[in-house]
């Protein structure tokens, strides 16, 4: 029994009528006989009592055509449900990101997103590197964003978008506001960093030992909200993200240290599995972030 038996059973019992039947399905008369006749032999019953006008369900037939039916809703629906996530009118979009660009950059680009395309439900979970490789690996979103990605696992596939400026930052009321430190007194200061597995502690760490500074002191901190707050105390010196930081300079909270060696720049990127076929929703997605963000960057 396939669904091509049942469509014509369906039809059959519906008009009550081979010939009218053959008709609605476009094919011919022993066609739709032979067919019914197979699917009769399969089930090892008769579904159909043949009269001189047409034919009539019989007990096995009147089962059989409940169950045709919801198969023939099921099929529609399915049908129907495909087309939707095509043309993007239903359907969902789940990703995942690190906390700059899942803060500062993600959420205009998914405002948009929803304004083309109302119907697509979007999920946007902020972790660190760690975590977006976690939930990408595990099916639990479809695209990831991370900063400073240089070397992702082998099963993704990773492109850069654009690029983001780490910068020193320190409070208003820091004794270092308005100087520029030698290496000595930058190195007794404390660093904020944020916690392993972040990509942002990573790059900026290795960073630090690029340039041979070797801070005496480090804290730990979960986000980039929370560095904030500490260095606005005025106890601290962190590298954060421009973007993250405009408010705050604006407001005068925070200051960046005049140093231009300890200025980073870093790719931002997207990553996929490689095995997985991006949905409609994601290329959209992906076309969003293209046309939003459509600077060259150096290198790729």
Not at 140 to 163: I, K, L, N, Y
Not at 177 to 189: I, M, S, V, W, Y
Not at 277 to 284: C, D, I, K, Q, W
């Amino acid at each position: 029994m396939n669904l091509w038996h049942l469509k014509i059973f369906r039809t059959v019992a519906e008009v009550g009528n081979i010939t009218k039947a053959s008709e609605r399905l476009g094919v011919t008369q022993p066609a739709v006989t032979r067919e019914l006749r197979t699917l009769e032999r399969e089930l090892g019953t008769q579904l159909f009592d043949r009269l001189p006008r047409g034919v009539r369900l019989t007990v096995s037939g009147q089962v059989l055509f409940q169950y045709a039916q919801r198969i023939g809703l099921l099929e529609r629906e399915a049908e129907a449900s495909v087309r939707e996530l095509e043309t993007l009118r239903g359907g969902s979009l789940d990703l995942v990101a690190s906390t700059t660009i899942g803060n500062y950059i993600l959420p205009r680009l998914v405002a948009l997103f929803h304004r083309r395309h109302p119907e697509v439900r979007v999920s946007l979970a902020i972790t660190n590197s760690s975590g977006v490789h976690s939930a990408l690996a595990g099916g639990e979103a479809e695209a990831g964003f991370v900063e400073g990605e240089t070397a992702p696992p082998e099963e993704f596939a990773v492109r850069a978008f654009d690029q983001d400026e780490l910068v020193p930052v320190i409070g208003a009321s820091h004794p270092l506001n308005g100087k520029k430190p030698g290496r000595e007194a930058l190195e007794d200061q404390t660093f904020l960093v944020r916690e392993p597995g972040s990509g942002t502690r990573e790059v900026v760490l290795g960073h630090l030992t690029r340039i041979g500074v070797t801070p005496r002191d480090m804290l730990c901190l979960g986000s980039t909200e929370a560095i904030k707050d500490v260095l606005a105390s005025g106890v601290a010196v962190s590298l954060v993200s421009r973007r993250a930081i405009a408010d705050e300079l604006t407001a005068g909270t925070l200051r960046i240290l005049g140093l231009a060696e300890l200025v980073l720049v870093r790719q931002m990127t997207w990553l996929v599995l490689k095995r997985r076929r991006p949905s409609p929703a994601l290329t959209a997605f992906l076309r969003i972030v293209r046309e939003s963000h459509p600077v060259e960057i150096p290198g790729l």
